[in-house]
């Protein structure tokens, strides 16, 4: 009974095996021919207006995509000049006359306890605030040397001019104009962060930036 | 100011009992034991308002407390020997004051006289020895109460320790109001005290003219550190110098003709000489260094100041033409703003010690030097009182920084305030009239 099933079975796929095989010798003979035949003349009849419009389209896309290439660097350009210009907050001190500016582009540099000579890492920095001030010709700055508010308020008063000469020296030495810095020592008496340990310490000595016109 | 302030009142009478003046207290030894003074309680004659007396003698017993020399017993007992013959007071009725404890007797009253004016007398005895000192009368408008109490105090001092007290002197110094930093000025005893600025701005480091009429100081008004000056009543605030940089740290020449101070026209801070108007700047310091903190000797002839020139601040002194430039501290790797003593033998300076800052004197030549301030917070800007016996400085030691004062040799450290803190820089006038 198994066997003779098996048989039968058999035979049921050899029958579709044999269908399958004539329908795709059929698929062999008729398509081919007619794939061929039909796209040939598709192909070499669209060959010659297609080119003539591709080369006006693509010159004008190069064209199109230069422009916007220009328009993009430009506004770039403005966004950077902006974000200088967007980057100045007013600040109006009591007690001080005038107004003065400031940028976060134009950065701090900061100093060990009692020294004013500029460490490699700031002079990095200072170099990035000459290419600024390059770019802006027009701008007058004031370096405010700082100190921590250990040691005596008066001799911090020295170091503080010490540490803003220091910084207005460099800047000269790359090619910043001398007449464009002045300086101005507060000493201690104006922290950055108003506490009493290391941390605050460090970062209250400084020389900080401001612009005195623009 | 009121216009009175500067009428003086009179002193009407004065009982010194013929003797060898004798001085109860060398306060030059390097310690004593203070004076047990007896103070009892004034008498209001006539219709003196008590609320009047009661403040002579608050003002009294806080100036003999202040003073240092004195340990003020208060005593309530009414004075029963102030029954005068001949303007000498009784002291047979003096036996029964010694069972108190005091070595000295201060007895007086307070009198509204019928022009208005308050009268204030009193009498000093020396209780071992049953004797009385001396006896004196003031006459005086009530506005010049504080005044003539200070000028009693004054007198306790002369009597006992030889020398004049400094109780009718007052003190500059830098108050912390809001952002801005105000130059303030109270009495020796931090009575009535006033702001002298209030520009909102950083004004610093106060110094008296010699005559003690007007202050000198730093101020950052226009933006850059110049010389202001100001009368003690805070009138006639004007701008004395502007130079680019620095204008700081000033300090008058004795004669009041001249004015060091730090100045920074190359771009580091140097010690000029400027004339009493601010003008013909000249520099003394020569070389690298930062220069900063003048202050003359009594003489004139000298400037104490400090220099980082041999790679640290120390102090330095020079002949006051520039010359003969000499260094007096070797102790420690930071010692700043020196202080040249009225006398001219000694220099106050702040130096560190382990990370914080005290207070140090040293003789002009360098020898005896001594720790005067000790393990209680930072302390900075000694100055001297005029007689030398006292040197005012800032401490934190309570917290915010306040100005206090102690005997030359460290003894009886007090806060000068009852402020908030945030005083600074104290400055102290000569002896006022």
């Known amino acids: ?214 | 100011m009121k216009k009175y302030f500067f009428l003086p009142f009179l002193l009407l009478w004065v009982v010194n009992t013929p003797a060898e003046a004798r001085v109860y207290l060398d306060i030059n030894a390097p310690t004593f034991v203070q004076i047990p003074i007896v103070l009892p309680k004034w008498k209001t004659v006539n219709k003196t308002p008590p609320t009047m007396t009661a403040k002579v003698y608050d003002i009294l017993s806080n100036d003999l407390t202040l003073a240092g020399f004195f340990k003020v017993i208060d005593h309530s007992r009414f004075p029963s020997l102030l029954k005068e013959k001949e303007g000498i007071p009784n002291s047979n009725a003096l036996q029964e004051w010694t069972t108190v404890g005091g070595e000295i007797l201060l007895v007086g009253e307070a009198l509204l006289n019928s022009n208005s004016n308050l009268i204030l007398k009193f009498h000093l005895f020396d209780l071992v020895e049953q004797k009385h000192l001396v006896g004196k009368q003031y006459e005086g408008p009530p506005q010049l109460l504080r005044k003539m109490v200070h000028r009693i105090a004054d007198e306790v001092v002369l009597q006992l320790t030889g020398e004049r007290g400094v109780l009718n002197t007052k003190i500059a110094f830098v108050s912390l109001q809001g952002g801005g930093k105000e130059i303030s000025v109270s009495d020796f005893d931090g009575s009535e005290a006033r702001l002298l600025t209030q520009n909102q701005s950083l004004n610093l480091s106060p110094t008296w003219t010699p005559d003690g009429k007007k202050i000198v100081f730093t101020s950052y008004l226009r933006r850059n550190p110049d010389l202001y000056l100001i009368d003690a009543d805070g009138q006639n605030f004007r701008r004395l110098t502007s130079y680019p940089g620095l204008n700081a740290a000033p300090a008058w020449s004795p004669d009041g003709k001249k004015m060091a101070l730090m100045m920074g026209m190359e771009g580091k801070s140097d010690i000029y000489l400027i004339d009493a108007n601010g003008n013909n700047p000249k520099k003394l310091t020569t070389g690298h260094g930062n220069e900063a903190s003048p202050t003359w000797s009594p003489d004139g002839k000298r400037i104490a100041f400090v220099s980082d020139r041999s790679g640290s601040p120390q102090i330095y002194t020079m002949g006051s033409d520039g010359s003969d430039v000499r260094r007096l501290t070797f102790e420690g790797s930071y010692n700043s703003k020196p202080s040249w003593s009225p006398k001219g033998d000694r220099i106050a300076y702040c130096g560190r010690v382990e990370g914080r800052y005290e207070i140090f004197t040293i003789g002009v030549d360098g020898s005896a030097l001594q720790r005067v301030t000790s393990n209680s917070g930072s302390n900075e800007s000694p100055c001297w009182s005029p007689d030398g016996r006292y040197i005012a400085f800032s401490s934190n030691r309570l917290g915010g920084s306040k100005v206090f004062i102690m005997n030359a040799n460290g003894f009886n450290q007090r806060p000068l305030t009852s402020a908030k803190g945030g005083e600074s820089s104290p400055a102290w006038s000569r002896q006022l009239e």
């Not at chain 1, 001190?93 to 890492?121: A, T």
């Open chain 1, 1 to 214: 009974m198994i066997i003779e099933q098996r048989r039968f079975i058999m035979g049921k796929k050899g029958l579709v095996v044999l269908v399958l095989f004539l329908c795709m010798g059929l698929l062999l003979i008729g398509c081919p021919k007619k794939t061929v035949v039909k796209e040939e003349p598709s192909v070499k009849k669209a060959e010659e207006p297609v080119t003539e419009r591709e080369k006006a389209a693509a010159a004008e896309k190069e064209a199109r995509e230069k422009e916007l290439a220009r328009i993009r660097e430009e506004e770039a350009k403005r966004a950077k000049e902006k974000e200088f210009e967007k980057s100045l907050v007013a600040k109006k001190e009591p007690g001080i006359e005038g107004e003065v500016f400031e940028s976060r582009l134009l950065k701090d540099i900061n100093f060990d306890f009692d020294k004013y000579d500029i460490r490699p890492k700031d002079a990095e920095i200072l170099k990035e605030n000459a290419a600024l001030l390059s770019k802006y010709p027009k701008v007058k700055i004031q370096i405010e040397g700082h100190c921590d508010e250990r040691g005596t308020n008066e001799y911090n008063l020295a170091l503080g001019e010490r540490r803003a000469n220091a910084a207005k020296k460099y800047l000269v030495s790359v090619g910043i104009a001398t007449d464009r810095i002045s300086i101005i020592s507060y000493g201690e008496e104006k922290p950055l962060d108003p506490g009493h340990n290391e941390e605050a310490w460090a970062k209250n000595r400084r020389d900080h930036f401001v612009i005195l016109s623009k």
